[in-house]
């Protein structure tokens, strides 16, 4: 990313692949933003090494802020925030609302599950065959990055509508 002249924002954590992304980026000279809940932050649950840190009042302005300062998700392997996280993002891009690059990064055949339960989801109606189109698959950093400057050049096409 830093080499791509590219700024990391991630929720600030201080540990796992968010802060091994953060230490990353800010190795090679870039710059690391978190946005983190207050309550987070008075937990110590920051990573202080950022180049910058937005406090929010509650983890739904984080969500809230994310999406407005981001201009592409790249979704890493993770826990219940993570799926929660990614989700919304894919609904916020379904309907329009945060049109924007979203890619799952499939370390290992990590999303393979999620992926085939959206699809079922799809397959049984509860989604439009087009909204396969909301996320990405990615099996290396390196193809997560070259997927979001591709789609970045593009317009983005909303899918049909849910109803």
């Not at 002249?5 to 090679?28: Q, T």
Request: net charge negative.
């Amino acid at each position: 990313m830093a080499q791509r002249g590219w700024s990391c924002l991630n929720g600030a954590g201080s540990e796992g692949l968010m802060r091994a992304v953060s230490d990353g980026v800010l190795d090679a000279g870039g710059e690391a933003i978190g946005v983190i809940p207050q309550f987070m932050i008075d937990n110590g649950w920051h990573y202080n090494r950022l180049s910058n840190i937005i406090a929010t009042e509650n983890m739904h302005d984080r969500k809230h802020t994310l999406a407005q300062m981001s201009q592409a998700v790249i979704a890493l392997p993770g826990g219940c925030g993570t799926m929660e996280e990614l989700l919304e993002a894919i609904t916020w891009r379904q309907l329009n609302l945060a049109p924007k690059p979203i890619v799952l990064l499939n370390t290992l055949g990590y999303y393979d599950n999620l992926e085939a339960m959206l699809n079922h989801a799809i397959d049984h109606g509860f989604m439009k065959a087009s909204h396969n189109r909301l996320w990405r698959m990615a099996q290396t950093p390196i193809e997560a990055l070259e997927i979001v400057e591709q789609e970045l050049t593009q317009a983005i096409i909303p899918v049909e509508s849910k109803y």
